[in-house]
């Protein structure tokens, strides 16, 4: 891609001090995201899928300063937002918006949808009286609820409802960058295929970028332009959909990828089972981090950390066997 990314990750840390004696002084970490790099592109939806714990939700959430990183830079249209005061931060807020797994959670139950969403024009200041009114009509009609919604408290809906609610409450500040953290794994199969196609209208409609965070790769096959795949605390390969799908590179990626349910008898997929568990992110093993589990392990992936080798423009991978590609 030749245009400049709207945002990306270089060698982002973020390391949970881990606590003990009798002093409660700090006794180790747990490398929840060690070390990642990622550029994403205008308009385009990126896939960041791995198993539970790989720190994918850990990613987001220091996209958006919920979490201060240990280390690195998030570049966001040329500021780097992790050396922003909380002030300057602020204006960039209304920008870059999340939608978390569980909107039962999110949302507040003492406050009805049309309190929901006024909150953050009131909050930046954007806008009040008729204006606001209208605004939030507008957005509540775009996911696809009616007026009537606004006057309803949260335990009021089903799950699929305050998703859109959510959705709702996220674009209300017209930003243009939006974390979408497990959005639809919560729902049944029939409101996550709504969910997904609602996403794809609004960011064609609103002009938006998605980090879709999730750990089910049928559900990225369908929205994703690209794929980053993690494991533990690492990003392992970059790819499009296309190549990710059809010709896998990273031996985690091709267990991921064989781990996806057949879809039809014919099907000839073969299974590839991973050894062993996955290792501790306190103390994570040296070089590779795959290395413990990988059947084409050698030597020399125990020893030095592997980084990203370019395949083509669109497909990098960290693996030792291809690194003189």
């Keep these: 891609m030749n245009e400049q990314p709207i945002l990306q990750l270089k060698n982002i840390k973020q390391y949970f001090p881990i606590k003990g004696g009798l002093f409660k002084q700090t006794v180790g970490h747990i490398k929840a995201v060690d070390g990642i ?27 958006l ?19 922003l005061s909380n002030s300057q931060f602020r204006e960039l807020r209304r920008d870059i918006q999340i939608v978390f797994q569980d909107p039962y959670s999110s949302l507040n139950p003492r406050m009805t949808v049309r309190q929901l969403l006024l909150e953050p024009l009131l909050t930046h200041k954007l806008m009040n009286g008729k204006a606001a009114e209208q605004e939030i009509k507008e957005i509540i009609q775009n996911v696809g609820l009616t007026e009537k919604s606004l006057t309803k408290y949260p335990h009021e809906f089903s799950g699929g409802q305050r998703q859109r609610i ?8 017209k930003p243009k960058f939006l974390v979408l953290d497990e959005p639809v794994s919560a729902l049944d199969v029939s409101i996550q295929a709504q969910i997904l196609n609602l996403l794809d209208n609004l960011q064609k409609k609103y002009d938006l970028t998605y980090l879709f965070i999730s750990h089910d790769l049928n559900v990225v096959r369908h929205v994703s332009d690209r794929i980053a795949v993690m494991y533990l605390g690492n990003i392992v390969e970059v790819a499009t959909k296309e190549q990710l799908f059809s010709n896998p590179k990273h031996p985690y990626s091709r267990a991921l990828i064989s781990a996806i349910p057949k879809t039809h008898p014919n099907d000839t997929v073969e299974r590839i089972l991973l050894k062993g568990e996955i290792p501790d992110p306190s103390n994570p093993p040296q070089g590779c981090p795959f290395h413990t589990r990988c059947q084409f392990a050698m030597e020399d992936c125990k020893k030095e950390r592997i980084e990203m080798t370019k395949l083509s423009e669109d497909h990098e991978v960290a693996c030792i066997l291809y690194e003189n590609n």
């Design 65 to 83: 300063r919920l979490i201060q990183p240990t280390d690195g830079a998030i570049i966001y249209n040329g500021k780097n937002i992790v050396e």
């Design 166 to 173: 959510s959705i709702a409450r996220a674009l209300v500040l």
């Design 37 to 63: 790099s990622l550029s994403i592109y205008k308009n385009e939806t990126i896939a960041l899928v791995g198993e539970s714990g790989c720190g994918k939700s850990t990613t987001g959430k220091m996209i």
